[in-house]
């Protein structure tokens, strides 16, 4: 697992010394994550690209958040994208696994 530069990350609208610019950054602005000519787009890509960092923590928070029951009948914690039980791993097309998986680096 890659580690990413903690969050908060911020989109700036462009600043007056620079009014063409949109950017992403962290850490009280210290660390620039992206920068762009501003267009719709690339303000839309900032938007994004800030969220980034809490909707990976909100993915991992919901991961083993669904419950099935298991051959006993005892409620087990599971994935609700794909159903598989915690201890099983997700199925090979579990979205939120892929989706988590790319945001740490790994296959995409
Ligand atoms: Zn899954």
Redesign the pocket.
């Given at each position: 697992m890659s580690k990413h530069t903690p969050g908060p990350w911020h989109s700036n609208p462009p600043k007056a010394q620079n009014p063409s610019r949109v950017s992403v950054t962290a850490c009280s602005g210290f660390v620039r994550i992206y920068e762009a000519h501003l267009s719709q787009e690339t303000a839309a890509n900032a938007s994004l690209i800030a969220s980034a960092p809490d909707l990976l923590n909100a993915l991992r928070d919901v991961?083993w958040g669904g419950t099935e029951r298991d051959e006993d009948g005892v409620e087990v914690h599971a994935?609700p994208?794909?159903?598989?039980e915690k201890d099983m791993g997700?199925?090979s097309g579990?979205g939120?696994?892929k989706a988590i998986a790319k945001a740490e680096g790994g296959a995409s």
């Open positions: 991961e994935c994208w794909c159903g598989c997700h199925d579990c939120l696994a």
